[in-house]
């Protein structure tokens, strides 16, 4: 299937509503990938069911703070250079690109350098959302080598790391990115088809597309675009979403550290005296508490939408007065077990609640 | 020339007298030189002067706090594996190595990588003395390709960096050093033999043996050895030597940070209760001053002596109540040129005082 024009800022909306307010501004990366559809390029997006055995997919994506990256533009070399950093330390060229992660420009990094390269872009990731570290990954669960990592910054410098240990290749990627300004581009995490098969979430490519589609159009169809999103996720491999909280944004605690963007939201309800929702975040939203209640918590995904048009709103764009409707997803099963939750539950986020699937 | 074990200590002492305090500690190299030998394993010295000139030499050292290597105790795995770094990325093998700066560890690491690798080691360097960081060197200098770096600690993982800005490459190269725990080791300058002999300082290995034995023989030949040390260095390229100052350490201000040992020391003098010295330093000794008085400056190199044995004192070893001689000695004409000055004189560390090359 080839991305058309209209798609993309159905995919980018979608892929913001599944960031769980990280991922990067889906703006900048929806331009990069516009721009290469007018001038004609093609992007081809494919099933991971249909990957050869062994084709060669490399991941591509931002890494840093969302809030640098709205002041830091890419070059759009970046990424490009990074995918060629791993291609170099293989010896061996990449047949596809795929996202690492669902969110704002991480949905677009890849499709921009399908466009650019001539690569096929997988329908398919490694985190069914957004989450702030590499090392939370479906592909490390699963036991993909996690480097040779390309990593490289828009001055035009660029690093290969190689490390075996995925919390060692986050500590030092990190540390270069804090140092290339707070932003950077990667490859990592290289994979045949067949790991592709076996250590991805499959379909959020369309998945996001959908949700933006749904987002874009409720309303001209006279429909709730909430209750939309919560019947159509019902029938997707997340299989439940939920408003959990509704209200204004009251207080906003944001900073920019070590790499990450990291603060709280306070969201006062609609109406009345009641308990705020506060929802903590590190780059990606990780656990929304009202009062003394667990309202959702990761891995499950939070997201803060437009009340009225309920196009979502990433951390680095929340202000004050917004009117927000908070929306949980359930993450699909592969992202459950007890090994998924060691990478990415609670506990790796220094959290001390149990995480319940969210129930309807 | 092969290097024979009753070298390794005069080299390793004479290092930590260029060392300028920094440089790492001599003591750890030293032992991982001598166990090289005593293993039967050679290590051929080459003057530069002899290099082919499509010869590839490719230079290693540590790079880090020397207070975090006296706890982290080197594998002795990872300049081979930094060196294997940028032999990968050029696809050729090295033909030799030779030391970036003349100091504690610096000045042994390129000899237990000769022995581990079969390599001959370059009798030169690129600072003639040990400076903090990556583009303070003749070769940046000289115009010679700052990268392929690689880098690598002591847990197994490795980077390879390419920028052609060597403060971007010292930036960048820093905050994985900091990732890696503050101490890593690297190989970058890989060097044609026409380009070390147009970019070095020569024969620094050779000197720095010999500033070495004087250290350890002249009070068993009943001379002063700061008095023999003038008159030698005197007949050197370097061309002066002077001690600058004596007396005992009375306060001492030393940090690790950024990944650097930064701080300064405060000498008293031996009689009296006339002006304390005070030498401050980021790894290396910058600037000894006495009440309003400078008496020595970057580049020249400002070193601190056990009053007794003239045994060099490197700067994570200082402490309270030590008898010290303080020397100064100016660096070579190569050294001293404008550019060089922009490089590595008093501006490049945020010294507003006028470099004037040390009289007699």
Redesign the interface.
């Known amino acids: 299937m080839n991305l058309e024009l209209q798609d993309v800022d159905d995919l980018c909306t979608g892929a913001a509503f599944l960031g769980a307010g990280g991922g990067g501004d889906p703006h900048i990366g929806g331009l990069m990938v516009k721009q290469q559809l007018r001038a004609g390029r093609r992007i081809e997006i494919v099933d991971p069911d249909t990957l050869a055995d062994d084709a060669l997919v490399m991941p591509t994506a931002m890494m840093g703070a969302p809030t640098v990256l709205l002041e830091k533009i890419p070059s759009g070399e970046e990424p490009l250079r990074a995918l060629r950093c791993v291609e ?2 293989l010896g061996r060229r990449a047949t596809a690109t795929m996202p690492t992660e669902v969110g704002g420009i991480n949905s677009t990094i890849p499709l921009y350098v399908g466009a650019r390269l001539g690569l096929p872009v997988v329908d398919a990731d490694g985190q069914g959302r957004a989450f702030p570290e590499l090392q939370m990954e479906t592909f490390a669960i699963e036991g993909v080598a996690c480097t040779p990592m390309g990593i490289a910054d828009e ?11 995925p919390h ?1 290749m986050e ?2 990627a ?3 990115t ?3 300004g707070g932003v950077a581009y990667f490859s990592n995490y290289p994979m045949s088809g067949a790991e592709v098969r076996r250590a991805s979430v499959k379909h959020t490519l369309t998945l996001a597309r959908r949700i933006g589609h749904i987002i874009r159009t409720a309303r001209s169809r006279r429909q709730d675009p909430f209750e939309e999103l919560e019947a159509f996720i019902a029938t997707t491999s997340y299989g439940a979403a939920r408003r959990i909280f509704s209200g204004k944004v009251v207080d906003l605690d944001r900073q920019t550290l070590e790499g990450f963007t990291r603060g709280a939201v306070t969201i006062a309800p609609d109406r009345g005296p009641g308990r705020p929702c506060v929802i903590t975040f590190q780059n990606e939203n990780l656990v929304a508490r009202a009062g003394g209640d667990l309202l959702a918590l990761v891995p499950d995904i939070i997201t803060v939408l437009d009340v009225e048009t309920a196009v979502p709103i990433t951390n680095e764009t929340l202000r004050y007065g917004q009117r927000v409707m908070v929306m949980a997803v359930r993450v699909p099963e592969i992202m459950r077990s007890p090994a998924a939750l060691r990478q990415f539950g609670p506990a790796a986020f220094g959290l001390d609640e149990i995480y319940e699937p969210l129930a309807l």
Chains 1, 2 share one sequence.
Not at 160 to 165: K, L, N, V, Y
């Open positions: 170099e330390a001055k035009g410098d660029y690093a290969t790391i190689c490390t075996d240990d060692r500590w030092i990190r540390g270069i804090i140092r290339c």
